[in-house]
């Protein structure tokens, strides 16, 4: 992985469990703001197939964009690996499509490293469906 490097230490499950709720709390609410300043200046974000994003405002670019097509987005994260200033955690999350109206839902899975109470790595996977429809992943 491409990494910044960071002093980070350890983290302990009761901080990482507030981090991931602090996350999930600015990303449900659509914060802006709250959500910028939980990334460092230069932390480096791969999402899904997106290209990789480098710096802080480039990653608020794309979540920009991101949330100009989402409406009325509730999330829900959980804490599943801790190690050191790495965590894992999975998440869910319902919203309408801003440009087709349609709902949708989606699920990933995100691995953080952590500095200085911040992300410093953001590592995600992605997949979102319109809901009550068929899978989407292709099979064969």
């Known amino acids: 992985m491409d990494m910044p490097t960071s002093p980070g230490s350890a983290l302990t499950w009761v901080a990482a469990q507030r981090l991931v709720q602090e996350v999930e709390d600015a990303f449900d609410a659509a914060d802006l703001a709250r959500i910028e300043r939980g990334f460092t200046e230069d932390a480096v974000a791969s999402f899904a197939d997106f290209p990789k994003m480098r ?17 009325g987005y509730r999330l829900k994260k959980t804490l599943r690996v801790l190690m050191g200033d790495l965590l894992a955690n ?3 999350a319902t919203w309408e499509d801003a ?20 992300i410093a ?20």
């Open 55 to 71: 710096g802080r405002e480039a990653i608020m670019r794309f979540l920009r964009a991101r949330f100009a097509r989402t409406k």
């Open 90 to 92: 999975t998440w869910e």
């Open 99 to 118: 440009r087709t109206g349609k709902p949708m839902q989606g699920r990933g899975t995100e691995i953080w490293r952590v500095a200085d109470g911040r």
């Open 121 to 140: 790595l953001w590592d995600a996977t992605f997949n979102a469906w319109e809901q009550g429809g068929a899978p989407s992943t292709p099979v064969i």
